[in-house]
């Protein structure tokens, strides 16, 4: 008998592949490393980027290409997934393989790409470039839908999608098969493309500056060619490398690939205990997260008998060989070939596949990982069991068997029948029969790419003439630890007529039996349970509608929401065009690119784990599992015996009294008292970043728990605070003390408290850090964080040393957003510890499911308030407080509070105001920046008074809002007058350029017209302060070098984190020394060009470092000035050569302050605290199912205003990207923390930032015309941060739709509805006869809740 587990049996024993066409043959590599990890770490192809390590962000997407059935099949996967023996025999393309900016050879997409101004931090950009790359590999000729499909799966932080759409819908065809760029027909714009219109709209303003409607013009990008593209390797393709067995033994790990059936039958029966990996999907997160062992995998994708499909009479047989893919495209041939009523589960399979994880995801997995891994929350599993579909099983034992999957199926939380010698060879699905309805729904968090919270399945089976039940089968999803089927229910149903009455009977059925407990894993136990029902009373209508049952109440309403994304882009950027006598080579003021835009696309771009340094070792930290108690000791026995394990660091290597941050008071490891989930304990030393993770993890830590403190109403309560309250009185701005009014004068108050979530900053690339040791103690830290001056100053502060020894470098990072402002130190300091106790370089890098448990969030607030109006709306007195819940530390928690103050005005006047801010702190990550810095959050408390006061006292609030709007010179609460003030400006072109109005009055009728469906149209008016709130960080400085070839080199104190500001400081630059662009450089930021930079952070990197810059050039001007007097028609090289030969310095450093007055946040006495404010307005209309709280934004109009813009297409970029931040913060992004502070989410898996379906595909931007600032660069204004607050606006409108809801169903007044407006809010909100079924939580106190309201 052959054995089967001999290695040397197979084929081949050696890892043969392709990547970009080269041949790689591995002897020596572990089976359980991830093709990402060994494209990176072993190739050196740093341009794919690894995101997060489970699938969820798109970053690490490759292309894979294979022969299948004698023809070549490309398709898009995670390379983070891909276990590498998984690509063997086939051939593996990454962005390096399709072009290259040093080749001087862009592929089209990423021509266009870069064009489009589709990147900003770059570190999503080789994903998404993969992404539609494999997807033109495939169909050269895609439409608008097959690229949406194309792009499931692929995050960005930074751009709010829409130039990446723009620049990918231009490879589209239409219906009709045309190319929708091209020379003839624009640029994909249709009749607002500028070729075909003009260039230009009429202008705003007067003078030569004209207005132009759109960024960029791609019809003269170059075509794609996909006879140009890198041919598949031949020798894969001879040599049968499809139908070679192939085995690996790596130490501890067999990887066994066999050909044939009985071989793989065999296997399994000698290895019961080896894994099966199909699509590695779900493997993958238990190898990288629960690091289990695996001392044997079989890998049965290439068993041909596992790719059988066909009709039998039981339904349609589909081998698990298959993908998801290609079981969807199956199903969808049989949807095409079979009558229409035969199909009605096969066409659910195809709707539910859509919104099942992303297509890269899809492209591997299978149906079979899916059934054995028998998650409750599958979204296929309740399709298999409403439709009684069967599983294939086999074993060498025991033979083929049929088992059907239902009740039995599943044993327990993720336990199947299947024995362990038993492989799942197919499922067979069923066709549905005559008077057999079938339907399945799902909601999650997010639309696309997200696990479902509830799914929903059901067939039913009904007499046509007596609409007597015959049969019925519902499934659910989400509502048990198994796949759960609605016996009890289906039982009482059967022989029941379908009718009014027999809803009211199941909705009372399955509210019974489906009843969740309050605390219930997963938690969302009353909105859980009002999907279920929602979903069976979606599936009632929709039968009854079928069967034409008029008398059915409803039967005519809608119920389903325009799940589809819409085919068409319509976005408009418009912005002002520079005077038509601005000089050629002048680049101040032009849309141009982002000077790494290219790089950014094929991956040449360089981040700091791209970085390869010799002899280096690398640390993982080891974390505190509990939020708080006392550390009794530490165990490592386990961790060095780990081969490759040098040594450890903890508190002992730490000197006494040594602590971070600004206050000094964030310890470097615990040494006693741990105070948050996820803090450092210790850091392992290893040769390899995974070996010191393994390690790490085999820690052994002795602790006791203790209670912790995690809402902010139990900070209350305790009376924990981090710092003393802050306050602001207005009336100091006029008076020598605080005038306190009487309340009980006013006729008119309202009174309310409203919670606002944190928010994760999900930049792309976690955070990184390499520490390189020199002579003479010297440290080079390489570092992905905002603030090189700070990390010096921890580093040097913690290990004792002098700041002049520690050089801090930067020279891109992937994504920032505030969340690497203060936190570098919690990298650099352990790092720098190890790498003097070592002598070697040390490099640390988080993952993300640690980097987002380690560092803190966007701070939660509750806002208080209590707002007296007059009898026109006029807002007379407040009374504000914002709690910031804080976390263990001080970090920037002043700051953010402050801000959050002197924001909670937003663009209103109030006669009298007094703010004051509470600093909770809590057992949870030191809550941090976050762009905005509180601004938002003071700004979110306003606006809900605003809606409270219209709703309360029957006032429209558009009105309320104008009557209150701040007017030119008028002073804000903290002492500020308001100079330049656009608040009208802004709104009133906003107003009429989205054609509010007639919308809103569309809306309205909309809302008549449909019963569980409604739409909501709102305005929402921004102002933000411009400025550092600490005096000393609002200067910088900088150095120019000009060389005597004429090359300039730039150095400022600014990071280059996407929003563009090496680009802006490079247009700055040329226009000061008259040069162009081209002669400028900027290597990267350190500590040793600009010393005491501030962060790159609170808006002001341009403004500052543009400052500072400015004032080097000048001065270099000043010195080549005779030279040009000497030389007139000389060149700027002439007079760099002149000046030199006559000893005249060509370096210059520069020094920049902008304006900043301190307020007495003690006493709360006001100043002129910014030097000018930003203004915006947004109008968002959404549509919201009222059965399910799913959402839909719909259109989105920014007028904002940017003063002289510096670059429009920048500036525009960092509105629609903040605008898609603030989104998600408001309406999508929960952090889920348990009572007991542990944190849940910690990766893409289960916190869920927008994705590029959520992106409106109506989006206009429009620069305020006609507006110069005069306290800005060439009178420009800062852009990052403020228009994030303009996301709130879909919040609200999502807000009014459920309010039009609440309305219908007698609930008029005013309802408090915390943010983030997630489905569970929307549909919780939208009381109705369904949510009548769902019982009341029992009292707070009684029950342990699954998640707390931090
Ligand atoms: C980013 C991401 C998003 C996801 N989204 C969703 C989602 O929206 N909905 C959803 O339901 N799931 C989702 N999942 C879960 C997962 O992708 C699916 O369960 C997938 O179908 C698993 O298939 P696989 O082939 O990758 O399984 P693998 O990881 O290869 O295997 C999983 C388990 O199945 C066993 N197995 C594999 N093949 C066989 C076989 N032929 N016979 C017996 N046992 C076998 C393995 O031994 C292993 O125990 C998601 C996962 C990720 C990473
Ligand atoms: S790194 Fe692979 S999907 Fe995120
Ligand atoms: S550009 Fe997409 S994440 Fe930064």
Known sequence: MKDVTDISSYDSTNLVFYVNGKRVEEKDVDPKMTLATYLRDKLKLTGTKIGCNEGGCGACTIMISHVENGEIKHFSANSCLMPVCGVFGKAVTTVEGIGSVAKNRLHPVQERLAKAHGSQCGFCTPGFVM?????????????????????????????????????????????????????????????????????????????????????????????????????????????????????????????????????????????????????????????????????????????????????????????????????????????????????????????????????????????????????????????????????????????????????????????????????????????????????????????????????????????????????????????????????????????????????????????????????????????????????????????????????????????????????????????????????AHDPLGRPIKHVSGDKHTTGEAVYCDDINVADCLHIALVLSPIAHGTLNSIDYTAAMMLDGVIGYLDAQDVTTGAQMGHHSDTPVFVKEKITFHGQPVAAIVATDHELARKAASLVKLDYSVEKPIVTIKQALEAESFVFKHFVIHSSLNDNKQVIKNDWSKYERIVEGSIDMGGQEHFYLETQQCIVIPHEDDELEIIISNQCVNDVQIEVAKCLGMAQHKIQTKVKRIGGGFGGKESTGAILAVPASLAAKKYGKPIKIKFERFDDMAITGTRHPFTLQYKLAVDENGKFIDLDFTALSNSGHTIDLSMGVMQRAMVHADNVYKFANADITGKMCKTHLASNTAFRGFGGPQGMFGTEIMVKHVA???????????????????????????????????????????????????????????????????????????????????????????????????????????????????????????????????????????????????????????????????????????PFKKLNPDGKWEDWVKAAYVERVSLSASGFGIIHHEPVDFFNGKGAELFGYSVYGTACCEVEVDCLTGDHHLLRTDIVMDVGESLNPAIDIGQIEGAFIQGYGLFTMEEIKIRPDGIRLTRGPGNYKIPSADDAPRHFNVSLLGNSSNKMGIFSSKAIGEPPLFLGSCAFFAIREAVRAYRIQNGHTDYFAFHSPSTPERIRMACEDFVTSHVPALPEEGSYTPWTSSV
């Not at 696990?451 to 039940?469: E, Y």
């Open 131 to 583: 992404a539609m790359y494999a997807l033109l590999r495939n169909n050269p000729n895609p439409s608008v839908k097959d690229i949406n499909l194309g792009l499931q799966g692929n995050l960005c932080r930074c751009t709010g999608y829409r130039p990446i759409l723009e620049a990918f819908y231009s490879f589209a065809v239409d219906e009709s098969g045309t190319l929708k760029v091209s020379e003839e027909n624009g640029c994909g714009m249709g009749e607002n493309c500028c070729k075909l219109k003009k260039q230009e709209t009429p202008g705003y303003t007067g003078g030569d500056r004209k207005r132009k409607i759109q960024l960029s013009d791609l019809s003269d990008c170059k075509p794609y060619d996909p006879t140009q593209e890198l041919i598949f390797p031949p020798e894969l393709k001879l040599h049968g490398f499809e139908t070679k067995s192939f085995a690996y033994d790596h130490h501890h790990t067999k990887w066994y690939q066999p050909v044939e059936y009985g071989d793989l039958l065999s296997l399994k029966r000698d290895l019961p205990h080896a894994r099966l990996i199909s699509g590695n999907s779900e493997l993958a997160i238990e190898l990288k997260f629960r690091f289990i062992d695996l001392p044997a995998v079989i890998n049965p994708r290439q068993v041909r008998e596992l790719h059988a499909r066909h009709l039998e009479d039981l339904g349609v047989y589909m081998g698990t060989g298959m993908s998801l893919t290609d079981m969807d495209d199956y199903a969808v041939q049989l949807i095409k070939e079979l009558p229409k009523e035969k199909t009605g589960v096969l066409r659910h399979v195809h709707e539910m596949l859509h919104w099942f994880a992303g297509i890269h995801v899809r492209n591997v997995a299978s149906v079979a990982g899916n059934i054995a891994t028998a998650s409750p929350i599958s979204d296929l599993n309740p399709i298999w069991m409403a439709s009684n579909a069967q599983v294939v099983l086999d074993s060498d034992a025991r033979g083929e068997k049929r088992v059907h999957i239902d009740e039995k199926f599943f044993l327990g939380y993720r336990k199947t029948v299947i024995q362990q010698d038993e492989i799942i060879k197919a499922v067979v699905v069923p066709l549905t029969g005559e008077n057999e309805h079938f339907a399945a729904y799902k909601q999650a968090q997010r639309r696309e790419d997200d696990i479902a919270i509830v799914t929903g399945a059901f067939l039913v089976k009904l007499n046509p003439k007596t609409l007597i039940v015959e049969n019925i089968r519902i499934s659910y999803g989400g509502m048990a630890p198994t796949t759960k089927l609605a016996l009890n229910t289906m039982e009482k149903l059967k022989g029941e007529k379908w009718s009014q009455e027999f809803l009211d009977k199941t909705l009372g059925l399955l509210s019974e039996e489906l009843k969740l407990p309050a605390g219930v894993p997963g938690g969302m136990s009353q909105y859980r349970l009002s999907l279920a029902l929602s979903f069976f009373f979606k599936f009632f209508l929709e039968v009854s509608k079928k069967l034409n049952l008029t008398e059915i109440q409803f039967v005519d309403c809608d119920v389903k929401i325009g799940q589809d994304v819409p085919e068409t882009l319509y976005a408009t950027q418009l912005y002002q065009e520079v005077s038509a006598s601005q000089a």
């Open 951 to 1121: 709703e309360k006292f029957g006032w429209d609030h558009d009105e309320i809002r104008e009557r209150n709007f701040y007017q030119e010179s008028d002073c804000t609460p903290f002492g500020m007058h308001l100079n330049q003030c656009n608040v009208t400006r802004t709104w009133e072109e906003c107003k009429e350029s989205s054609d509010y109005c007639r919308r809103l009055e569309e809306v309205k009728k909309f809302n008549q017209e449909n019963k569980f469906r409604k739409r909501g149209i709102y305005l929402t008016p921004t102002r933000f302060g411009i400025g550092f709130g600490l005096k000393q960080l609002n200067q910088a400085g900088a150095l120019v070098l000009v060389y005597t070839d004429g090359s300039v080199l730039v150095s400022h104190g600014g990071m280059e984190m996407g929003q563009g500001l090496h680009t802006k400081i490079l247009q700055i630059a040329a226009r000061c020394l008259d040069i162009s662009i081209e002669k400028v450089h900027i290597h990267d930021t350190s500590t040793d060009k600009v010393p005491n930079a501030s962060a790159t952070a609170a808006s002001v990197g341009s403004d500052m470092n543009g400052l500072a810059v400015q004032d080097a050039c000048r001065q270099i001007m000043e010195r080549l000035a």
